[in-house]
Nanobody, 116 residues
Framework: QVQLVESGGGLVQAGGSLRLSCTAS????????MSWYRQAPGKQREYVAR???????SYADSVKGRFTTFRDNAKNTVYLQMNSLKPEDTAVYYC??????????WGQGTQVTVSS
């Protein structure tokens, strides 16, 4: 059973920073593409950032230049460093681990609230 445990959410003022963490419980971390998604109230879940098993990263246009994702394979952990936060970044942030079509796992989500 693959588990993804997220942490690091909270309340921050606009312009501030937060770092989210997502730790995978099994070997899948080293071979999976790790992604971050978010879901704001009343909106659909949207893609935020991604890092492949070999370290290639990509970002949604809305966060490019402000968010950075990186992974520590020794700790089975992926991070999302969020700087220059805006109120529109307020959402529940989810971690995803994906390998092929059959292996697709989600974390429980962590709340990020940015006050204006």
């Amino acid at each position: 059973q693959v588990q993804l445990v997220e942490s690091g959410g909270g309340l921050v003022q606009a312009g501030g920073s937060l770092r989210l963490s997502c730790t995978a419980s099994t070997y899948i971390f080293n071979v999976a593409t790790m992604s971050w998604y978010r879901q704001a109230p009343g909106k659909q879940r949207e893609y935020v950032a991604r890092i492949t098993s070999n370290g290639f990263t990509s970002y949604a246009d809305s966060v490019k230049g402000r968010f950075t994702t990186f992974r520590d394979n020794a700790k089975n952990t992926v991070y999302l460093q969020m700087n220059s936060l805006k109120p529109e970044d307020t959402a529940v942030y989810y971690c995803n681990a994906k390998r092929g079509l059959a292996q697709d796992y989600w974390g429980q989500g962590t709340q990020v609230t940015v006050s204006s």
